[in-house]
């Protein structure tokens, strides 16, 4: 079976969301919904994937990497099953005495875990010697799906907006900064485009990102401004935010990635960051799973 028909591209529709934000600074501010394409490979992750599953066909494995709370994981190891390869993640940090969901469910697709202490994470090619990997049956797919391959998929995401020529700015979370570095790629000149991380102090991003264009290209920064503490951390007031904007919008956000880029895009707004005739893309772009790792009824959704 292929990835590609399991997908619900129609139902990533673009939705004006203006009203949500407390300042009206703005012209207008949209959001496209990609966190609705699917359950389990949700959002910027199918994208990101799809070219290196269209390598894996002749294949029998695929091998990438990811922090116990990785949605990329999931959405490997799902991916996988469908496409009838074996799946092996290799996982940051000593093995936990309880599975995160993410782990729970990467398993429960019939992914093989391999936990890695932190300190020898970064050696790549050692971890990769050490379960014999060899390129004619196995495919090694970074943390993220970084690289070219990701890059060129993330690209694809800006095909789902029809009116894309009208913005002025495009707005996206960042994680390992692939997402962005397609949607750099594909966004008009004219357009500017940000990144919000949800890394603490990740400023290698920034070159890295641009080390994917070529000229000319969107203008694009990455704000670091508005991680929370840190990866996966996060503050009372951000939780707060995202109960209000599910109230005001209906639209469920994460803590890890689009809770904290909607939360920048209100106080930018409200900064006066942006010129009042500006009209804001958001990219919503899925992790909702990554949720159930907080405790029950902390959020409203
Ligand atoms: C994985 C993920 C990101 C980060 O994407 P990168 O390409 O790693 O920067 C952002 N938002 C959500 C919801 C994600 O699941």
Not at 36 to 42: G, P
Not at 203 to 228: G, K
Not at 263 to 270: G, H, S
Request: glycine share 8%.
């Amino acid at each position: 079976m292929s990835v590609n028909n399991l997908i619900n591209y129609k139902s990533a529709i673009v939705e004006n969301i203006t009203n949500a934000f407390d300042s009206k600074n703005v012209a207008s501010v949209d959001i496209l919904r990609l966190d609705k394409i699917h359950e389990i490979i949700s959002g910027n992750k199918w994208y990101k994937l799809k070219y290196y599953l269209e390598t894996a066909r002749d294949k029998q494995r695929i091998i990438t990497f990811g922090g116990a709370y990785s949605n990329h994981l999931v959405a490997t190891a799902f991916a996988a099953k469908v496409i009838g390869k074996e799946s092996i993640g290799i996982v940051r940090g000593e093995e936990p005495a309880t599975y995160s969901p993410s782990l729970k469910d990467s398993v429960s697709y019939g992914m093989q875990l391999i936990f890695v202490p932190r300190e020898s994470y970064k050696n790549r090619s050692d971890i990769l010697d050490k379960i014999n990997v060899d390129p004619t049956d196995d495919i090694v797919i970074d943390e993220g799906g970084f690289g070219e391959t990701g890059v060129k998929g993330a690209a694809d995401i800006l095909e789902l907006v029809p009116d894309l020529t009208s913005y002025t700015h495009i707005l996206c979370a960042v994680g390992t900064g692939t997402m962005l570095a397609g949607i750099v790629r594909a966004a008009q000149p004219h357009q500017h485009v940000i990144g919000i991380s949800a890394v603490k102090g990740a400023d290698e991003l920034t070159p890295i990102v641009s080390s994917f264009q070529q000229p000319p290209h969107a203008v694009f920064e990455i704000n670091f401004n508005y991680h929370h503490g840190g990866y996966a951390k996060k503050t009372p007031v951000l939780i707060d935010f995202m109960n209000t904007f599910y109230q005001k919008t209906g639209i469920p956000t994460d803590f890890v990635y689009s809770g904290k880029l909607l939360f920048a895009v209100n106080e930018l707004i409200k900064e006066n960051y942006f010129p009042h005739n500006s009209s804001l893309l958001v990219i919503h772009c899925g992790g909702i799973q990554g949720n159930r790792s907080l405790p029950a009824g902390m959020l409203q959704f």
